[in-house]
Nanobody, 124 residues
């Protein structure tokens, strides 16, 4: 059974940092592309970043330069390092896995599997 489990969310002040983890299990075959999405209260889910099998990444313009991704295939875990957090980064963060390409890596419909989400709150 395929499963994605996010962790690492929490409450942080503006300018602070958090690292989210996405642990995957139950996958077979080729490694999947993994994406991070977030959904703020009352807003649509938006793509934040993605990383493909080769470690190539795409970031939304709103987080570029502040967020980085990495993946440890041996541990089946993908990380989202979030620095210089802003109040507008608040939301529930979801990781997702699929077999699309980077060109559609920030599009939710690219992904087949989703985690349950982890909340991130940035407030003064």
């Amino acid at each position: 059974q395929v499963q994605l489990v996010e962790s690492g969310g929490g409450l942080v002040h503006p300018g602070g940092s958090l690292t989210l983890s996405c642990a995957a299990s139950g996958f077979t075959g080729e490694p999947y592309m993994v994406g991070w999405f977030r959904q703020a209260p009352g807003k649509e889910r938006e793509g934040v970043s993605c990383i493909d099998n080769g470690g190539n990444e795409v970031f939304a313009w709103s987080v570029k330069g502040r967020f980085t991704m990495s993946r440890d295939n041996a541990k089946n875990t993908v990380y989202l390092q979030m620095n210089s957090l802003k109040i507008e980064d608040t939301g529930v963060y979801y990781c997702a896995a699929g077999q699309g390409g980077l060109v559609s890596g920030l599009v939710a419909s690219t992904y087949t599997y989703w985690g349950q989400g982890t909340p991130v709150t940035v407030q003064s």
